[in-house]
């Protein structure tokens, strides 16, 4: 038991901090409501609670705009309540907060019959991520020109450092794509569509989502974690015998998503 | 043995000449289509203000009882297919 | 308690003392198009820390370019100063980074707790007033402008409640911080009218209290006002217009003090930027009247 010697008899900051922590979560107010002068204790914490639950309601709001679309804005509400308390911000920065979303739907009873939104989470998720990661100065073609081509095989790509990759079965994209257009336009999605492979990059200031085959998406992954283009090759062409690529290495030249690269020591 | 790895070399290292070759192109007539999004208004969240309704009620009592009438009623209304679990 | 630095930090492109407006997101393009000339009203900006504490991105392509043009004012909300479980020093390192990045003329924080058992609770709570408090606050501020290598201001809180264990008054509180560390005050006169409008307090008293010199910078917003328990209570919602009895609080207090930098502060419902100048304006005129300027100048 923590020693209060401040003022006599008492509570010390932590108990207050502590106390008032579980009155803004989990509406325990009856721990702190004893520390705090005059009337309307009750609320006067209530303030505190609302200001902390709307706060953090329009940042999930705005980090994903899309699931609030496909919910609607009350339902939204009411399920970033539940998120708040069981996954409250562990950093002061709102900018990424709802990390634990995708996995929060999958529990989430009320949304079982919406097995898509937890993609959907991820999907803005990884854009967030992507608009608020590291930018990077251009890279200029003409450096991979004067490679000597035997090198080739073993060289290592360096991809944007902002690019976030993700699959899901549904088709997450199409969804997103279609909640961005202004309200009251028509959506009509079936999700019979099946699945799709994403890279989501941001080469400027414009965040960017492009869809890739199944053979792309697993060559994205191999040179994203490093490794050299024979040995990227040789796995896909394993899987996938028509793989082209030609067709993939263009797909990343033209869309400049090479920041550098390196050759294997 | 040998003359697979020569060849796999070869077969990589043509593709990507070619891939540079054709690459040469401006950016406008590149092939892939990539879904853009402007998120340059996107708000900063962090401030110092105090939310205007935090006076209003108590916002977040929302207990078991009263958790029916929360039912997604947003777009998606609008999606179908044979994978949704038939919900209400 | 005062550590071996005297805070100098005028090598840094200083804020004038005149007005400046909060940076938003919606009023970057805006801002870069017409330029400082085209808004002589607004000579500096503020932004919230927090916000440009991302990798990259847009967010900070543009405050770039608006500090190539502007002095600036870094405005932390989520350090929280009076967290008994001592600070984040990640997050400690994260205002290093942006600071060193932009080297804003003016750093500060908050008089306040927001951060308990590791959870962050985006509300600027405020503080019981006692020794324990003010021992652990003056530690913070001082391991925070040691870590900087640099002075920063702090601001005085609004709010809505009371601690039966506090035993000291929020202005004595706050000159005892000041007198035991090296930093000085960011005074909210909004923030003061607030609070003595919801506690019952003397708010031209409470600024008399203060001590002129240990004020670095002077924010006023707009606060909303609500009906509750039969009585007025004041929320400092940020979200309008300088109410006329702020402006005149303000008037009091440059009466006392002189001209000090002054932001318009407004993150709910966002205005025009035409509004914003339109307000900065009105502060460089009282800024600038014979009253303020000829006592001081």
């Excluded at chain 3, 601001?155 to 560390?181: A, R």
Aim: aromatic content about 8%; proline content about 5%.
């Amino acid at each position: 038991m923590r020693k209060k010697v401040w003022v006599r008899g008492m509570a010390t900051l932590f108990d207050i901090q502590e106390g008032f922590l579980s009155a803004i979560l989990d509406s325990q107010n009856d721990i702190i409501a004893d520390e705090i002068l005059g009337h309307g204790v009750q609320e006067r914490l209530n303030i505190c609670r609302n200001n902390t639950f709307i706060t953090l309601r329009q940042a999930l709001a705005q980090n994903f705009p899309v699931l609030c679309r496909l919910v609607g804005q009350q339902f939204f509400d009411h399920m970033a309540g539940k998120y708040i308390q069981k996954s409250p911000p562990t950093t002061p920065l709102l900018m990424t907060y709802g990390v634990k979303m995708p996995e929060f739907l999958e529990d989430f009873g009320a949304v079982d019959s919406l097995p898509y939104l937890a993609d959907v989470a991820r999907l803005e998720h990884l854009w967030n991520r992507s608009f608020n990661g590291p930018d990077t100065a251009g890279f200029d073609l003409e450096t991979l020109n004067k490679v000597d081509p035997e090198k080739f095989e073993g060289i290592i790509f360096k991809l944007l450092p902002n690019m976030q990759l993700m699959s899901s079965i549904y088709p997450v994209l199409d969804i997103w794509f279609a909640n961005q257009a202004e309200e009251g336009a028509s959506i009509n999605i079936n999700l019979d569509r099946g699945p799709c492979h994403l890279a989501i990059f941001r080469k400027v200031q414009e965040v960017e989502i492009m869809p890739l085959d199944p053979a792309s998406h697993i060559f994205f992954e191999l040179l994203s974690a490093g490794k050299t283009l024979g040995f990227a090759t040789e796995q896909i062409t394993e899987k996938y015998p028509a793989f082209n690529l030609q067709e993939a290495l263009q797909n990343i030249l033209q869309n400049n998503l090479i920041v550098g690269f390196e050759f294997t020591k | 043995m040998t003359k697979n790895i020569k060849s796999k070399s070869l077969f990589v290292a043509s593709a990507v000449a070619a891939a540079l070759t054709l690459s040469a192109v401006p950016a406008a007539q590149a092939k892939g289509k990539a879904e853009k999004c402007y998120g340059i208004v996107k708000a900063g969240q962090n401030d110092c203000a105090t939310a205007t309704a935090s006076c209003a009620g108590t916002a977040t009592k929302d207990g078991q009882s009263d958790a029916w009438i929360y039912v997604p009623k947003g777009t998606c209304a609008k999606i179908i297919g044979s994978s949704l679990k038939s919900g209400k | 308690m005062s550590g071996p630095l005297r805070m100098d930090n005028n090598h840094l492109d200083p804020i004038p003392a005149n007005a400046g407006i909060g940076l938003k997101p919606q009023h970057y393009e805006e801002i870069l198009s017409l330029g400082p000339d085209a808004m002589p009203q607004i000579g500096w900006f503020e932004v919230h820390t927090e916000n440009y504490m991302g990798a990259g991105g847009p967010p900070h392509y543009y405050l770039e370019k608006i500090r190539q043009d502007y002095p600036l004012s870094m405005h932390g909300v989520g350090l929280s100063l009076g967290t008994a479980e001592g600070l984040n020093l990640d997050h400690l390192r994260r205002i290093k980074n942006v600071v060193d990045r932009y080297q804003p003329a003016l750093v500060s924080e908050h008089i306040s707790w927001s951060i308990a058992n590791g959870v962050y609770l985006n509300d600027l709570i405020p503080l019981p007033y006692t020794a324990e408090t003010l021992q652990i606050t003056c530690e913070h501020i001082d391991q925070m402008q040691n870590f900087l290598g640099r002075q920063i201001l702090v601001e005085n809180p609004s709010s809505y409640l009371l601690f039966k264990s506090s035993n000291m008054e929020e202005p004595d509180f706050i000159n005892e911080i000041l007198t035991n560390t090296a930093c000085g005050l960011l005074l909210d006169v909004n923030n003061v009218y607030v609070s003595c409008q919801n506690h019952g307090w003397d708010a031209r008293d409470y600024i008399s209290r203060l001590k002129p010199e240990t004020v670095g910078e002077i924010h006023l917003a707009g606060h909303s006002v609500k009906e509750w328990r039969g009585q007025s209570l004041r929320i400092d919602d940020h979200g309008s217009h300088v109410c006329d009895e702020v402006w005149a609080l303000y008037e009091y207090t440059l009466s006392l003090m002189g001209p000090k930098p002054t932001l318009i502060e407004w993150d709910n419902n966002i205005p025009a930027l035409i509004t914003l100048s339109q307000e900065a304006e009105r502060a460089n005129i009282l800024l600038n009247s014979d009253q303020c300027a000829k006592k001081f100048g």
